[in-house]
C-alpha cells in the first residue's frame, strides 16, 4: 500500500487541509478522500525515506511551475463554449486535454475529470 500526501478542500467549510492518506493507488486514495468529504485539488506518492521531500511541499515544487492566467481563461473560454453547445463535461474535459499542449494543464484537466 502507497502513501499519498495531499492538498484538498473541505465540504462544508471550503477550507484548505494537507495531511497523508494510505492507499493501493491514486484513484482509491481520493476515493477515500472524498468519503471523508475532502475534495483533493493535489495528490502525490510520498518515496520512502523522502521527509520533507516535494510531495509534501506542493505542486510548484514537484517541477509543474504556474500555469498562466492567459492559459487558464483560455481554458475556461473554451470549456464554456463546449458546455454550451450541449457537449457533456465529460467529453469537454476530454476535447480540452486533446487540444491543450502544456502538459501541467492537462494534468489538472485530467485530474478533475477523474
Known sequence: MAVYAYKALE???GKTVRGVVDAESPVLARRKLREQNLYPTWLQEQTAGAGASKAAKGPRSAGFGRIS???IALMTRQLAVLLKAGM???QA???LME???RVRLRTIIFDVRD
Open 11 to 13: 465540504r462544508k467549510s
Open 93 to 95: 474535459l476530454d476535447a
Open 69 to 71: 492566467q492567459r492559459d
Open 99 to 101: 487540444q491543450t499542449s
Open 88 to 90: 457533456p463535461l465529460v
